[in-house]
């Protein structure tokens, strides 16, 4: 984190303008139904036609397919996060700064689903996001791990090795991700709120209330992959501090049984937000569909936020958020297509608001 941009006043306004801006350039419905329609090839020529040109002109030549895609989409993705780091100024820097290290727990996660499945070191790296604090050769070295143990202990030293070495006994008992994933979440948003109270300044209180819905889903999402999992896994160990919703002997009374835990958050203060993701879940029972339910309704929540307190970091984080949701979009229909998915099969992976 630079020194130099964490001193002085916050530009909201500056920053504000140029993320509105940025955002008008998303990706809307009918450009995904168009997609959905288009092979690999198609699907990389019209990305060359919007604001995804310079990476498509500058990887066609080594790439193809949905290889380029791939690439394309996520050296965008680190381009535009790297400008929000370039535009902010004073504590607005210093939030995004902390915020965007999601991107670690993103590739560290990344990492130990790619090893686990034994997929080869060149298909994690692809799924890989050069976003946040690990720099791309310690990455390449953690893709390269042979096996969850060593992935482990390459990460000892970081602020997630102490954690993931303590859940790693729990991984090895259960032989599910479960423990190692809530791990590296945990690190992150437990580090990501500490400082960010609603006691603070006005910039830190919406800060705080945001981070507080995200660990409040997350901790919803946990909760309900431990209950569907059937491992022995206390759900205590893997809570993550910080939301509004839950304290630990909540989630370890409610994980055991999805229809309490279901009420609970259906009466809870998210009941009105979460409605169409509780009812996906009853409806359907698909944890997969449910999930994504939840992030439409972060992303609806990070926008009612953007929209109420448009001078503050809020809309910053809402624009995060929809810019990783276009990304895993495009994502979805590129590979969907490649496996010879039907469009219904790739609309049920899309989140579109």
């Known amino acids: 984190m630079s020194v130099e941009k964490t001193g002085g006043p916050s530009n909201y306004e500056y920053v504000s303008a140029r993320v509105r801006a940025r955002r008008a350039k998303l990706f809307a419905e009918e450009d995904y139904r168009k997609l959905i329609r288009m092979g690999p090839g198609e699907i990389a020529r019209y990305m060359e036609e919007t604001e995804y040109e310079d990476e498509i002109n500058a990887l066609g030549s080594r790439y193809d397919g949905v290889d380029l895609i791939e690439y394309a989409l996520n050296r965008n993705l680190a381009k535009h996060f790297e400008d929000l780091?370039?535009?902010?100024?004073?504590?607005?820097?210093?939030?995004?700064?902390?915020?965007?290290?999601?991107?670690?727990?993103?590739?560290?996660?990344?990492?130990?689903?790619?090893?686990?499945?034994?997929?080869?070191?060149?298909?994690?790296?692809?799924?890989?996001?050069?976003?946040?604090?690990?720099?791309?050769?310690?990455?390449?070295?953690?893709?390269?791990?042979?096996?969850?143990?060593?992935?482990?202990?390459?990460?000892?030293?970081?602020?997630?090795?102490?954690?993931?070495?303590?859940?790693?006994?729990?991984?090895?008992?259960?032989?599910?991700?479960?423990?190692?994933?809530?791990?590296?979440?945990?690190?992150?948003?437990?580090?990501?709120?500490?400082?960010?109270?609603?006691?603070?300044?006005?910039?830190?209180?919406?800060?705080?209330?945001?981070?507080?819905?995200?660990?409040?889903?997350?901790?919803?999402?946990?909760?309900?992959?431990?209950?569907?999992?059937?491992?022995?896994?206390?759900?205590?160990?893997?809570?993550?501090?910080?939301?509004?919703?839950?304290?630990?002997?909540?989630?370890?009374?409610?994980?055991?049984?999805?229809?309490?835990?279901?009420?609970?958050?259906?009466?809870?203060?998210?009941?009105?937000?979460l409605s169409d993701a509780l009812n996906e879940l009853e409806r359907a029972d698909s944890l997969i569909g449910f999930e994504h339910a939840l992030d439409a309704a972060l992303l609806e929540y990070s926008n009612h936020l953007s929209h109420v307190f448009p001078l503050s970091v809020c809309p910053v984080l809402a624009y995060i958020l929809a810019k990783e949701r276009e990304v895993e979009n495009i994502r979805a229909i590129a590979r969907g297509r490649e496996a010879g998915l039907t469009e219904t099969e790739i609309e049920d992976e899309l989140v579109i608001l």
């Open 85 to 273: 780091l370039d535009w902010a100024e004073g504590r607005l820097y210093t939030l995004i700064a902390r915020y965007l290290r999601k991107f670690d727990a993103w590739n560290v996660k990344t990492a130990l689903r790619g090893i686990y499945s034994g997929a080869d070191s060149e298909t994690i790296a692809e799924d890989f996001t050069y976003a946040g604090e690990f720099d791309r050769q310690f990455l390449d070295r953690l893709a390269e791990a042979g096996s969850i143990e060593d992935a482990v202990e390459l990460l000892d030293g970081t602020r997630y090795g102490e954690p993931l070495a303590a859940a790693f006994e729990d991984y090895e008992e259960s032989g599910v991700l479960i423990p190692l994933e809530n791990a590296a979440d945990r690190t992150y948003y437990e580090g990501l709120i500490e400082g960010a109270t609603k006691s603070g300044n006005r910039a830190t209180q919406l800060y705080a209330e945001f981070l507080q819905a995200e660990i409040d889903f997350r901790n919803v999402r946990n909760a309900l992959r431990i209950a569907r999992s059937g491992a022995e896994i206390d759900p205590e160990d893997y809570f993550i501090e910080g939301g509004d919703l839950f304290d630990a002997s909540d989630v370890a009374q409610l994980s055991g049984n999805v229809d309490e835990l279901v009420t609970f958050v259906r009466d809870s203060s998210y009941g009105d937000d």
